[in-house]
């Protein structure tokens, strides 16, 4: 098992997507109600717009084995604004 911490890159977005839906759907759903989870993880995303915002901060990904099992992402001026590992 090989793990890696490294940038994120524009290829990632469908696997941090997927990081991030099913922490939320399969990790956090019985923490929020039903009508927030479908907020936050709605059954589809445009993966360009997903893209955007990943791109715009600083935003690390760890892989094991070459996939994706978290990724973080940290504004300009330090903020950890997102952090989710995949279950």
Request: hydrophobic share 45%; charged share 25%; no cysteine.
């Amino acid at each position: 098992m090989t793990a890696i911490v490294r940038t994120y890159e524009p290829q990632d977005a469908e696997p941090t997507w997927d990081a991030y839906f099913r922490a939320i759907r399969d990790t956090a759903s019985n923490d929020y109600s039903p009508d927030q989870v479908t907020a936050w993880a709605p059954e589809s995303v445009d993966l360009a717009e997903w893209n955007e915002p990943r791109l715009a901060a600083h935003t690390i990904v760890a892989t094991i084995d070459r996939r994706v099992v978290e990724f973080s992402d940290v504004t300009d001026d330090g903020l950890l604004d997102m952090l989710f590992v995949a279950p």
